[in-house]
């Protein structure tokens, strides 16, 4: 009886963290540009007048924090640069959206935030991965010590 080898799998071109992560960078600083970040840029002037100020900075404050963390920032994360970075004040902005302003919410009513909360703090834990402007200068996603080289 004559043994066959067993194929190899042929890898794909990029790692599949990597692929993840892109799409996670991708998809999340689209839903926040989309639905609180553009609408902001446009509608400067109205939503100035209705932003939330939970710790009496101002509303032009507030609102410029919101326009950095919900604008600004998921371009430069979707780009891939300065991607652990740019993830703080988003992290900042949605925890205070979530526990302070919005505190009655049911886990069920502020589902989105939560969501993106998550999104952006496994972001900023894992990197921008290996597809990305900054990637040069990412070692986020580089290979672990395999247990042949102990």
Known sequence: MQAHPIPRRRALPVPPLDLGLLF?????????FYVHGLPKLLHYAHELSVIEDPFGLGPALSLWAAILAEAVCPVLIALGLFT???????????????????????????????????????????????????????????????????
């Open 24 to 32: 996670l960078r991708l998809a999340g600083s689209f839903m926040l």
């Open 84 to 150: 652990r970075l740019a993830c703080l004040p988003i992290i900042g902005v949605l925890l205070v959206a979530m526990l302070a302003v919005h505190p009655g919410w049911s886990i069920a009513e502020g589902q989105f935030g939560w969501l993106l909360l998550v999104i952006f703090t496994a972001i900023a834990l894992c990197g921008p991965g290996r597809w990305g402007l900054g990637a040069a200068s990412t070692t986020a996603t580089a290979p672990l010590p395999s247990s042949a080289s102990r």
